[in-house]
């Protein structure tokens, strides 16, 4: 095997990762080490982003990302703090005078790629600790997913990828001089595999095959060997082979069918541990939507202070999207969403109970609702959506609420937010309660005058008349004159007309119907704006 870990072995009990295993498994392209001043066996914990605004954060055995541009001073509070390893970005200081600082405060210094974000950073390495388990198997080469994929790559001759039904990366081979292309690249750094028209042909046919089938004579991507993994008959996931330059090994096949025996046990409970996992949050976080159960003791089990400021988001998709990636159901594609956000809330250490409910992603966050970073993270989450799951996902956010007992009413308004950002009245993408009251209030009188065709009865409808009886073209005047807030000189510029005769034209109006009552006014403007939307829904 490929690792440069010596207590990682098949008959030591399983304590976590450690430094060795983390370089080993991203590998040099991903981060390299600067310092090891107690060697690559320093066990490793959870990552976490660097904030000095939280210098009261656990962060013993943490794995510290380092953004911007790190002082020497910092490598000593890490020493006092216990972290495990600082990661800072290539390219960010001098790693000469910052290694020497590391090496005397004892602490160890990797340095990530600059092409990584810190948030794939934390991914990854969030996600190695998730997958990498003790041994279940008498062969060592099963000793760990990355493990297993390195064993796999070096004994088929090829770069090798392990992934989940949902097309997750769990694990990748680091042996140098196998060749990979943009495809798998891609994939490793987003863990996810990346959209390709042939997605759902291939995997289908690696899915209905019972032994290692090839997928070739594609112009973007190199030939691929692969097999399903699965568990008394049901697929658990697929390992991917990369045929390089020169050809893979002749018992590739027979390597793979080894492999796929050999990852069936880590993956299935890897989906055993996130299906329990994921039914026991979504219960309790389904009790505190509905204000019912232990309700303190469910928000202290996610982090949340019960009697602090909260926020509900909900994310949802357009009922009718341009694109549907993978051929997910609802269901899959909000449980993907719902990771990705809890992911992205993890790495800025904000509590939060996030889970799926009915297609949709849920989630009580311990902040406010205009926190800058809650709004950057959930850009951030919309987009990778997009990317991995397909366009279409907007954001509902309720307003501040005082404790989580509010939380009923806060998911009540993220949805009704949700729903105005979706529907005719609104405008981009992220809907916040507390700005789109005008909004709120036209989808309301909206929905009640459609039940009763008002949007066609007086006082629009006298106007209308007096056109079609009269060949006038009084409607288009009043939406023009209305548009340019009741100003003839620009609502003349529009019609193309002479301000005088825009207001002799206002004035022959008048005695159709009474334009210069202000409820009179406001009635029209109303009915006009609500038929403009009745028009839009309808194309």
């Known amino acids: 095997m490929n690792s440069v870990d010596p207590v990682n072995d098949a008959s030591m009990p399983w304590d976590g990762i450690t430094v060795g295993v983390l370089l080993d498994s991203l590998g040099p392209d991903v981060v390299r080490p600067l310092a090891l ?138 042996i140098p001089g196998q060749e990979v292309d943009d495809l798998r690249r891609d994939g490793i750094l987003g863990r996810r595999v990346p959209d390709h ?117 909900v994310i949802g998709r357009d009922e009718n999207p341009p694109t549907h990636s993978r051929g997910m159901s609802a269901a899959s594609a909000a449980v993907h969403v719902s990771v990705l956000l809890r992911m992205a809330l993890s790495s800025y250490r904000l509590p939060a109970a996030v889970g799926s409910l009915d297609g949709q992603m849920v989630a009580v966050i311990g902040t406010t609702a205009d926190s800058p970073v809650l709004q950057s993270i959930i850009a951030t989450v919309l987009a990778r959506s997009a990317e991995s799951v397909g366009v279409g996902w907007r954001a509902g956010i309720s307003r501040t609420l005082g404790s989580v007992a509010d939380v009923p009413a806060g998911f009540a308004q993220a949805k009704q937010a949700l729903g105005v950002v979706s529907g005719p009245f609104g405008h981009g993408e992220i809907g916040q309660h507390q700005e789109l009251g005008a909004s709120l209030f036209l989808l309301e009188v909206f929905d009640a005058l459609q039940s009763r065709s008002a949007l066609d009865a007086e006082p629009l409808s006298l106007v209308a008349d007096h056109d079609s009886r009269q060949g006038t073209d009084y409607v288009r005047t009043l939406r023009s004159w209305i548009a340019a807030h009741y100003d003839v000189a620009r609502a003349a510029e529009a019609l193309v007309l002479h301000p005088n005769t825009l207001r002799h034209r206002l004035r022959r109006m008048a005695k159709v119907v009474d334009i210069e009552d202000p409820d009179v006014r406001l009635a029209l403007a109303l009915q006009l704006r609500l038929q403009e939307i009745n028009t839009e829904l309808i194309d």
């Not at 095959?209 to 060997?225: H, S, V, Y």
């Not at 046990?265 to 996130?274: E, F, T």
């Open 37 to 174: 001043p107690h060697g690559p066996s320093v066990a490793i914990g959870s990552p976490s982003i660097h904030d000095t605004d939280q210098t009261h954060a656990e962060l013993t055995d943490a794995v510290l990302l380092v953004p911007g541009r790190p002082s020497a001073d910092l490598l000593g509070l890490a020493a006092d703090a216990h972290v495990a390893a600082v990661v800072v970005r290539a390219g960010a200081v001098d790693p000469e005078p910052l290694t020497a600082a590391a090496n005397r405060a004892g602490v160890t210094l990797l340095e990530c790629s600059a092409e990584l974000s810190w948030g794939q950073l934390y991914m990854l390495i969030d996600a190695l600790r998730a997958v990498t388990g003790p041994v279940l198997e008498q062969d060592d080469r099963a000793a760990d997913l990355f493990s297993l994929a390195n064993d796999i790559a070096l004994r088929a001759g090829g770069a090798v990828a392990i992934e989940d039904l949902s097309m997750r990366v769990l694990a990748y081979s680091t």
């Open 197 to 313: 028209p042939t997605n759902a042909e291939d995997y289908s046919a690696v899915l209905r095959t019972e032994t290692a089938i090839w997928i070739r004579d594609q112009p973007d991507f190199r030939p691929r060997l692969a097999i399903a993994v699965r568990d008394g008959g049901e697929p658990l996931g697929s390992i991917w082979v990369i045929e390089g330059v020169k050809p893979v090994a002749a018992k590739a096949s027979e390597v793979l069918a080894e492999g796929a025996r050999l990852a069936a046990p880590h993956l299935a409970r890897l989906n055993v541990a996130a299906d329990a996992d994921r039914r026991q949050r979504a219960e309790r976080l389904g009790q505190l939507l509905r204000g019912t159960g232990p309700r303190r003791r469910f928000a202290e089990s996610f982090g949340l202070h019960f009697d602090a400021a909260a926020t509900v988001v």
